[in-house]
């Protein structure tokens, strides 16, 4: 146990035996632990194996390399689909983790094989997401704002991407394309 972790583990409110239980389950698999990005994360050869995360309804721990992880069990949960690597299996009670206790060390050691092999996720590139039409059109119209599009990251064109296609109607995603246009010619991501 890495004392710079406890804190984490003591805060936790609602979900503190069950993660307190992951806790120990996780480094019963003799990985490091750490803390990164505020919660703890289960290393092997300083590459990310799994982390510990709690939230309003559930906590859950995080494979970074979940898609390539074979799931007999169906436990494994991609969040959204346009999470492309991580993969998530979600806890509701202390129940939950005990009857779970054997599958989730056979999925980290199946996680550890995977970082000794040095698979990788394939991810999909930016330009094999379909951009909204009601973007395709103002880019269509305005050279600045495709020139400034085209020089934000993947990152900040995928956000963009997916925050305008989520829009149900045609008239949200023009709305938010008039929204967005000044944070893009200003070469900024949707949450600067």
Not at 25 to 45: A, F, R
Not at 73 to 89: E, M
Not at 152 to 177: C, D, W
Request: aromatic share 10%.
């Amino acid at each position: 146990m890495n004392p710079k972790v406890d804190f984490y583990f003591k805060k936790a409110n609602k979900w503190q035996q069950e993660l307190n239980k992951l806790r120990h389950i996780i480094l019963d698999c003799h990985l490091t632990e750490e803390l990164k990005w505020g919660v703890p994360c289960y290393t092997y050869n300083d590459s990310n194996v799994i982390l510990i995360h709690d939230f309003k309804d559930y906590c859950a721990v995080l494979f970074p390399k979940g898609a390539l992880l074979k799931d007999p069990k169906k436990i494994l949960i991609q969040q959204t689909k346009n999470v492309q690597a991580v993969r998530q299996v979600r806890f509701t009670s202390m129940a939950d983790v005990e009857k779970l206790e054997t599958v989730l060390k056979d999925y980290v050691y199946k996680a550890v094989e995977i970082e000794e092999a040095g698979l990788k996720v394939e991810l999909k590139k930016t330009e094999d997401y379909e951009v909204p039409e009601e973007l395709q059109q103002a880019l269509a119209k305005n050279k600045k704002l495709k020139t400034a599009f085209e020089a934000l990251t993947p990152g900040r064109q995928r956000a963009y991407i997916f925050n305008i296609s989520s829009a149900k109607q045609a008239k949200t995603r023009e709305a938010r394309v008039e929204k967005y246009t000044p944070q893009i010619l200003a070469g900024k991501g949707l949450d600067d």
